[in-house]
């Protein structure tokens, strides 16, 4: 099969095309990639000569109509994807988000591909710490930042390419992912970096936000599974139980890397943090028969911390300039 993959220089796209390349050795992948602050080909370094990389921004029509014409599939992971970034300058957002999809719509429309589309649990907005509930597909939209805005705006428009023009298309919501190949702007790689520099990890607020994790490689296949196996014009939420505050995250990494598990400050809170996101993913186990295979977090962070520790390499050119951006705004409260 050949597929495009776009954003597959990031984490979870380069995530994507490793594991596909594992269990799918016939698989004939072209990844478009912008190589944003996001993006580097050092993720997709193992599998270079085996992938057909071309170096592109998924608003370029003429570029995408040219790829997506060469294509049976596309799976598209390419966004601006940091919520804090997206506080401090929207712009970014709104145009790789909401343009680029709609670029990539009109493609697959035009040239009848099949199209996955990755979205975000954050559409659905938070839930309370004690609410019972957790999203499933009925859910109602209620996103509360630029970025989990635009998400909820491109998701909307692949349902609308979806029944006015027949596109084939499937759109799946994940929860937050963790594993290697991830940005040190994001939570796990910043304190597990911070850590290994010798910085204590920062907490925003009081560390009782909560996130339901999953590992990557869970995400990846449970994609191939609606992909292969997925109701066209459907959503499906992707999830593996994994809910965890903030706190005990940062605690855990301490403890694992044999710190003192106090050994953390608060910093200033992300100005409309979410409090709390949960996955209830029943229809994608009992409807199409995915089940993750990390079940225990506590192993996935081991495995991750120890790649992180083994390929400093890869996360160092990107560390200074995160934490540059951090101190502009980040201000220790306790
Ligand atoms: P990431 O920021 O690590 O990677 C994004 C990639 O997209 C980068 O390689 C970047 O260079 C590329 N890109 C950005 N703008 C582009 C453009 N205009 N044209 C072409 N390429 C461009 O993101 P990620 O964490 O890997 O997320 C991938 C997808 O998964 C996103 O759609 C995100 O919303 C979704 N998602 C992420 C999580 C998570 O926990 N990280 C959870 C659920 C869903
Ligand atoms: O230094 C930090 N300290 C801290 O307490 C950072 C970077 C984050 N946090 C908190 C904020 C969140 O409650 O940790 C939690 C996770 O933060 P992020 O890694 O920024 O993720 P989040 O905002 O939850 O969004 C992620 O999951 C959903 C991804 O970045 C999105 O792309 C995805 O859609």
Known sequence: MRMLVTGGAGFIGANFVHRTLA???????????????????????????RI????GDICDADLVNRLVAETDLVVHFAAESHNDNSLADPWPFVRTNVVGTTTLLQAVRTHDVRYHHISTDEVYGD??????????????YNPSSPYSSTKASSDLLVRAWARSFGI???????????????????????????VLTGVRPRLYGTGANVRDWIHVDDHNDAV????????????YLIGADGEA?????????????????NDFDFVTDRPGHDLRYAIDSTRLR?????????????????????????????????????????????????
């Open 23 to 49: 269990t799918r050795p016939d698989a004939r992948i072209t990844v478009l990639d912008a190589l944003t602050y996001a993006g580097t080909r050092a993720s997709l370094a193992p599998v270079a000569d």
């Open 52 to 55: 057909t990389f071309v170096h």
């Open 127 to 140: 839930l309370e710490l004690d609410d019972p509930a957790r999203f499933t597909e009925t859910t109602p």
């Open 168 to 194: 084939r298309a499937t759109i799946s919501n994940c929860s937050n992912n963790y594993g290697p190949y991830q940005h040190v702007e994001k939570f796990i790689p910043r304190q597990i970096t911070n």
């Open 224 to 235: 191939w599974t609606i992909v292969e196996r997925g109701e066209l014009g459907q959503t």
């Open 245 to 261: 505050n903030n706190r005990t995250v940062v605690e855990t990494i301490l403890e694992l890397c044999g710190k003192d598990p």
């Open 286 to 334: 009992t409807e199409l028969g995915w089940t993750p295979t990390y079940s225990d977090f506590r192993a996935g962070l081991t495995a991750t911390i120890d790649w992180y520790r083994t390929n400093e390499n890869w996360w160092r050119p990107q560390k200074d300039a995160t934490e540059a951006v951090y101190a502009g705004t980040e201000r220790v409260t306790g």
